[in-house]
């Protein structure tokens, strides 16, 4: 199975200022064929289901806001709230969909300073 | 509208069973793979099974492997997961969501509790 870790497990930022959050994952999940990273990034709230924000490593989900980036290929990968608003404190989780069993990584909760 | 409404959450006794079903409306249901994602409480999300559009091909997570069963009626527009010989471990909310390749679309989710 592929391992998913996050890092940090949970981080605290200011308004306004940057969040990252790391994804490692224990073997590549780049495709060479078609040169895509099956790598999604997730949001959840409390009592919410998650959702989507960043497939394919780099492409933002239709409606998400353009201050969530992802970036990253391989093994190592980045999501990046480049401005933090309050509505973004959720719980963030990375998942691999490369191959099955489909893993996630144990989720960042963040916080707002 | 595009949704999934998961279904057939409830208490159960360990060695019980429960049938859960996800209804799904707004998309054509037949066109996409489905799986089922559950999170116990205060904890991560884990993959449990999958099942492709047309039925013909299932994948389990080894923890549920021979005791849970994904299956589809694409005429009812519905998923189900058959869930035998339950554990404590098993208790999680579930979760019914759509694939395109990634899981783009998810239900509100279904709690299972199996306790004594």
């Known amino acids: 199975d592929i391992v998913m870790t996050q890092s940090p497990d949970s981080l605290a930022v200011s308004l306004g200022e940057r969040a990252t959050i790391n994804c490692k994952s224990s073997?590549?999940?780049?495709?060479?064929?078609?040169?895509?990273?099956?790598l999604a990034w997730y949001q959840q709230k409390p009592g919410q289901p998650p959702k989507v924000l960043i497939n394919w490593a780099s492409t933002r989900e239709s409606g998400v806001p353009d201050r969530f980036s992802g970036s990253g290929s391989g093994t190592d990968f980045t999501l990046t709230i480049s401005s933090l608003q309050a509505e973004d404190v959720a719980v963030y989780y990375c998942?691999?969909?490369?191959?099955?069993?489909?893993?996630f990584g144990q989720g960042t909760k963040l916080e707002i300073k | 509208e595009v949704q999934l409404v998961e279904s057939g959450g409830g208490l159960v006794q360990p060695g019980g069973s429960l049938r859960l079903s996800c209804a799904v409306s707004g998309f054509t249901f037949s066109s996409y793979w489905v799986h089922w994602v559950r999170q116990a409480p205060g904890k991560g999300l884990v993959w449990v099974a999958r099942i492709s559009n047309d039925a013909r091909t299932t994948t389990y997570a080894d923890s549920v492997k021979g005791r849970f069963t994904i299956s589809r009626d694409n005429a009812k527009n519905t998923l189900y997961l058959q869930m035998n010989s339950l554990r404590v471990e098993d208790t999680a909310v579930y979760f019914c969501?759509?694939?395109?390749?990634?899981?783009?679309?998810w239900g509100r989710g279904t709690l299972v509790t199996v306790s004594a």
């Open positions: 969501t759509r694939a395109s390749g990634y899981f783009d679309l």
């Open positions: 998942e691999q969909y490369y191959t099955a069993p489909y893993t």
């Open positions: 073997q590549s999940v780049l495709y060479s064929s078609s040169n895509k990273n099956y």
